[in-house]
């Protein structure tokens, strides 16, 4: 989560907001994890 700076502090006024950056960053961690097992598997 700390790659994303917008979620080491709290910066975003709305709770719907933080929600959909927190989704994101999520979301981009399990697509990495995919990738990165898949990658490991051909080898």
């Given at each position: ?21 927190i989704?994101m ?12 097992q ?6």
């Open positions: 989560m700390t790659r994303h700076r917008r979620l080491v502090r709290d910066y975003e006024a709305r709770i719907d907001t933080s929600e959909a950056m989704d960053a999520m979301g981009e961690l399990l697509l990495r994890r995919i990738i990165d898949q990658l490991s598997n051909r080898l």
